[in-house]
């Protein structure tokens, strides 16, 4: 792929990015309708505005790609290349009016992560990778694209969204990987991943993650300077489980991987 046409499909993206967030804001910390999917999370108008706002833009730019969201489903499942959606990624983060949501918008080709947008539409601060090309960050509390090499384990700052994702044999998995690090956060979703690219946490550990969970976190990772791999350390793939390992340093991932068998 030439520069310009990753170009034009970055624009697409980051168009996409400014539509959800338009439709996003005007619900934040307001009285709004909460219901719950068939998996039991929860969904809101934001969701589902922001989503078909999106895919309204996509459409228009991109009408040969096909589309993956959350909220409405796949189109066009034959494309060679699929935009994945996740509008609103921490619904319960957004519903307690905490900034620390995002927009995900990623774009597969062939099956492989080819770029990715974090957008948190309320600090405004947003996050863009493209396979190949550095990441770039742009918000106004400042801020590096670089992820930190942490030296080892023992040193570093581990985050993961939730102790509800990991169910049975995984919670000691993840506990090994705990005891074995400085701190341990909880909460964050995808923010947390861009947080690791600004260098401010140094492992993630997640699982039941869906795919528009993690495409798009894939290009802004690596191109930071870090990796995302599965907790056997492999590439993550449509037919991942969602088990998901991210390190600002790569040199960490044999250490961490051994933890989590």
Known sequence: MDAAELDRLIAAAEAA???A??????????????????????????DRSAE????AVLTERCPEDGILG??????QAQSRRVWVLDPIDGTRA???????????IGLLEDGQPLLG???????QERWVGARGRRTTFRGPFGGRVGCRLCPALAAAE?????PAMFQGALMPRFQRLAQAVQRVSWGGDCYNYGLLTLGHIDVIAEADLKIWDWVPLVPIVEGAGGCLTDWQGNALSPKSKGDVLALGNP???????????
Not at 158 to 162: C, E, G, I, N
Not at 251 to 261: E, H, M, Q, T, W
């Open 117 to 123: 947008v974090i957008d948190q539409p309320i600090t």
């Open 94 to 104: 957004f519903l307690t009016g905490r900034p620390i949501f995002g927009t995900l």
């Open 70 to 75: 959350e909220e409405f489903g796949l189109k």
């Open 52 to 55: 078909a706002a999106m895919r």
């Open 17 to 19: 990015a400014d539509v």
């Open 251 to 261: 040199r960490l991932l044999g250490p961490a991987v051994d933890l989590l068998k």
């Open 21 to 46: 967030g338009a439709a996003i804001r005007p619900y934040f910390r307001q009285p709004f309708e909460v219901q719950l999917k068939a998996d039991r999370t929860p969904v809101t108008m934001a």
């Open 158 to 162: 581990l985050a993961a969204t939730s």
